[in-house]
């Protein structure tokens, strides 16, 4: 399969995510609309690629299942406590942190870089948090096939080296990266994403000191029942630092970038551009315009990557860095979470520009083709 015959995939969704918690937005609006890509669960998309994708451009990687996805996930302050737990969580643990309707959950990479899919309800919205270690992407979205509930597990498929989905609902395949039916029944059909960040537990749990953090399996139950796995070993250490895309297949690779490069993406208003990890580090902060959409990147002291749109109050705002804090308009801002803590906008908080948490470059130029390199 020819990667480069993709045409801007993610540029068809929604550059603007909404906002995190349930605080008025920097923009003045109520910032409790589900965020997600436009037009909301199960959508069906004008895709920039043919559907359905033909079954001979699906790689199979695993059986089905034998990634076994989370189903009965438990959540706990830390892992002690739990007989049948042996790891200690480490702060240097990475993890896809979300934050919804007043609750913070951090669900570590030890876990899903062995489950890949946990299926989870935030009261009783039903939500699935979804890892693809080979691309290192995180996808979250609300769980609602057809208007229903439903699981999600690991087809044992890869698209494009992604992790392809099923729902228990249909039995159709997803996109992980695209969030979007790719067969089955509900071909054509999108989730509707909620917005998530790749953080170090330490730096995760500064900023949201009540969160809750995933308990392994076998507390937490799976697809295939009790399928604990050793999760003090990361199966990918290997592979993340290499020059390896997927699983071994002869695919092309954009070579702007080391394909593991970490990057957080920006589509708006038909442009798209990645930033690149040390690029924002050695700026300190990124004042950008993508498109028309002004925006403001930077990373936390873990590498944690963050973007948001950098309209305060109507206006465009100039952001500097205060040590682990971003400042403008009279406030300063929290990284991780892009709300103001003190001054006139204390408790507002700063809309996201990226629906989607960084991922490795080879992953978002094979969905974006077309995009640009923040100072290159």
């Known amino acids: 399969m020819n990667r480069r015959r993709f045409l801007a995939a993610l540029g068809a969704t929604s550059a603007l995510a909404g906002c995190l918690g349930n605080n008025q937005s920097a923009d003045g609006a109520d910032s409790t609309d589900t965020p997600g890509t436009a037009g909301g669960s199960n959508a069906t998309r004008t895709s920039s690629f043919d559907l359905p994708v033909p079954k ?26 739990f007989d049948e737990v042996n790891v200690t969580l480490e702060d240097s643990f990475e993890v896809v942190g979300v934050e919804l309707d007043g609750i913070a959950r951090a669900y570590p990479l030890a876990i899903l870089n062995w489950h890949e899919i946990a299926n989870d309800a935030f009261d009783d919205r039903p939500v699935v948090v979804t890892y693809c270690p080979l691309c290192g992407s995180a996808v979250v979205a609300d769980r609602l096939v057809a208007g229903e509930p439903t699981n999600f597990g690991v087809s044992g498929y890869l698209w494009m080296s992604d992790l392809v989905m099923y729902d228990v609902r249909t039995e159709s395949l ?3 990266v695209l969030a979007t039916a790719i067969r089955g029944e509900r071909t054509g059909d999108t989730l509707s994403l909620i917005p998530s960040t790749i953080s170090t537990w330490g730096e995760w749990k500064a900023s949201h000191p009540d969160t809750e953090v995933l308990v392994p399996p076998p507390v937490s139950d799976t697809i295939r029942g009790r399928q604990s796995r050793s999760y003090d070993v990361n199966p990918y250490s290997s592979y993340r630092q290499s020059g390896r895309v997927g699983i071994g297949f002869n695919d092309e690779v954009d070579e702007r970038m080391h394909p593991k490069t970490s990057v957080i993406g920006i589509t708006a208003g038909g442009v798209a551009r990645a ?102």
């Open 174 to 176: 997803w996109s992980q």
């Open 56 to 81: 001979d451009e699906l790689r199979r990687g695993a059986p089905k299942d034998a990634i076994p996805a989370i189903t009965a996930p438990v959540f706990s302050d830390d892992w002690s406590g």
């Open 275 to 376: 930033y690149p990890l040390d690029a924002v580090k050695n700026a300190g902060v990124v004042n950008d315009t993508v498109g028309e959409l002004p925006v403001v990147v930077a990373s936390s002291t873990d590498g944690t990557l963050v973007a948001y749109v950098r309209r305060i109050d109507g206006s465009v705002a100039e952001f500097e860095r205060d040590g682990s804090a971003l400042v403008a308009a009279g406030s300063r801002w929290d990284l991780l979470t892009g709300r103001a803590l003190d001054g006139s906008h204390e408790g507002a908080t700063l809309t996201r520009a990226n629906d989607r948490s960084p991922m490795f470059w080879f992953a978002w130029a094979d969905f974006n083709p077309d995009t640009e390199i923040y100072g290159r």
